[in-house]
Structure formats: C-alpha cells, structure tokens
C-alpha cells in the first residue's frame, strides 16, 4: 500500500511529493526533493513523520495525512524521533558546556593562570 502527500515547496512552485510505502518490509518514506531523491533526511519527510499539517499543499492532503500518520504512529518511527530529540539535548548540553570551557580559558588567560 503506498499513501501521496503533496507537499509544499520553499523553493519552486509545484509540490514536492512524499509517498510513505507500507509493505511487508516495513514502513518507508520518499520524497522527491533535491535531497529525498538521494535518500536524505529532508523537510518535507520529516514533516509528515511529525504530523506537521503545515506542509500540506492543499486541504485535499489532509485525508491520506491523516491515514498516513496513523500508519506512523503505529510504527517505530517514533521511537527514532524521540531518540533523535534526545541526542539534540545531549548535544546543546556539551555545546554549551565547551562554550563556558573556552570563556573560563579566556578568563585565565587575560587575568592569568594561578598554578
């Protein structure tokens, strides 16, 4: 079974298309963007993974949407986006921890080490 979402484009007129496939291999989803068409992470996949109705083309796409992101929802799609999510927290954390790292390295090196 596959399911079409027309989506919207930011950089051309025309919708890009999202096909989501249930087969018995699994749940897979496309896109026909730039970087959908190599199979990488993009928008417009991400969007509909997300049930983010704001990428729809028209209302005629709320239907298979909506069919879309039931068949998500009962996917291990989730579970990936929430490890996705975590690892960003993860990752704002040491960013902000060497941030803090190089101004105490600053600070010394203005004010002077003590040994």
């Known amino acids: 079974m596959e399911i079409i979402i027309l989506a919207n484009s930011s950089s051309r ?3 890009y298309t999202v096909a989501i496939s249930f087969t ?3 749940l897979s989803i496309f896109c026909n ?3 959908g068409e190599w199979g990488k992470y993009c928008k ?9 109705e704001k990428i729809l ?16 929802s009962e996917s291990s799609y989730p579970l990936l ?3 996705l999510r975590e690892s ?3 990752l704002e954390a040491v960013k902000k921890t060497i941030k803090n ?6 600070y010394s090196m203005k004010e002077g080490l003590k040994s």
């Open 44 to 52: 417009h996949k991400m969007a509909v993974l997300l049930g983010d």
């Open 101 to 106: 790292m190089k101004e105490e390295i600053a």
């Open 24 to 26: 018995e291999t699994g």
């Open 81 to 83: 986006v929430a490890k």
């Open 33 to 35: 963007c730039p970087a």
């Open 57 to 72: 083309y028209d209302d005629k796409q709320i239907e298979n949407f909506n069919k879309a992101s039931k068949w998500i």
């Open 13 to 15: 007129d025309e919708p």
């Open 88 to 90: 960003e927290k993860e």
